[in-house]
């Protein structure tokens, strides 16, 4: 498995950057998971459209599914220009109602919900999807492949599924949209000392901190989570894991 980097910012993009957004590679099938601001002019770095095969999106929020739209454009006038462009699975939350209902497209994107414990056979890996907490209905998910596990927990407090879902992944990429200075009393997103955190206790091999706020310095990021998990990383645009 390889995992790619597309956007790593939290909210909105850093400079130059872009929201939410990975490529999972497995063999020769693509999965786009979660589609923030500016994640498609990074995926197109690495595949053309028309070899995307599948897309997760781990909740509804607009830094998660912002560029879903244009890929839309992107399939439509790529099939207009006799690009062979075959429809795409989406897999998605439900709600919000309104959000899920402009997913919809004119068979472009064929799109159906998951839900907690929702398990699927995809290009050969078992996919998992469990129920974070966050303001909007939320979902990690974990790639099991050849023996090796990736753990990606969208956005999400600390929750009852939240060591299941990273116990012994040999990689993990989680939301660190929070520091410990600025905790308060309702959080929406982990802490990077959380992250480190549950990271080590639940065995993870490998930690990387995503969704990064732009208005926190990226060293004090790393610097809290290192206390707890000594080789965390940041996510970078463009880096890839290999699995």
């Known amino acids: 498995m390889k995992w790619t980097i597309l956007g790593n910012s939290g909210g909105?993009?850093?400079?130059?950057?872009?929201?939410?957004?990975?490529?999972?590679?497995?063999?020769?099938?693509?999965?786009?998971?979660?589609?923030?601001?500016?994640?498609?002019?990074?995926?197109?770095?690495?595949?053309?459209?028309?070899?995307?095969?599948?897309?997760?999106?781990?909740?509804?929020?607009?830094d998660h599914i912002s560029d879903i739209q244009v890929l839309r454009y992107a399939i439509d006038?790529?099939?207009?220009?006799?690009?062979?462009?075959?429809?795409?699975?989406?897999?998605?939350?439900?709600?919000?109602?309104?959000l899920s209902a402009s997913?919809?497209?004119?068979?472009?994107?064929?799109?159906?919900?998951?839900?907690?414990?929702?398990?699927?056979?995809?290009?050969?890996?078992?996919?998992?999807?469990?129920?974070?907490?966050?303001?909007?209905?939320?979902y990690g998910v974990s790639f099991e492949y050849g023996g090796r596990k990736i753990a990606y927990t969208g956005d999400s407090i600390p929750?009852?599924?939240?060591?299941?879902l990273l116990r012994d992944a040999d990689l993990a990429i989680m939301d660190a949209g929070s520091l410990e200075r600025y905790r308060k009393p309702v959080?929406?997103?982990?802490?990077?000392?959380?992250?480190?955190?549950?990271?080590a206790q639940a065995g993870v091999k490998r930690l990387v901190l995503s969704h990064l706020l732009p208005l926190f310095d990226e060293q004090e990021i790393l610097n809290e989570a290192r206390t707890a998990f000594p080789d965390a990383v940041l996510a970078r645009i463009g880096d890839t894991f290999t699995i």
Do not use: W
Request: charged fraction near 15%.
């Open 12 to 62: 909105f993009p850093a400079p130059g950057g872009a929201t939410s957004g990975y490529l999972l590679r497995l063999q020769d099938k693509n999965i786009l998971i979660d589609c923030g601001s500016g994640v498609l002019s990074n995926l197109f770095r690495f595949i053309p459209v028309e070899s995307l095969d599948a897309v997760i999106l781990t909740h509804l929020h607009h």
């Open 77 to 98: 006038l790529s099939r207009r220009f006799d690009v062979p462009v075959k429809q795409i699975p989406v897999f998605a939350p439900a709600t919000p109602e309104l």
């Open 103 to 138: 997913l919809q497209s004119d068979g472009n994107l064929i799109v159906g919900h998951i839900s907690h414990g929702t398990e699927l056979n995809m290009f050969g890996a078992t996919v998992r999807f469990h129920a974070m907490e966050h303001p909007v209905e939320t």
């Open 159 to 164: 929750c009852a599924n939240l060591m299941e």
């Open 187 to 199: 959080m929406m997103h982990l802490s990077a000392s959380e992250c480190a955190t549950y990271a």
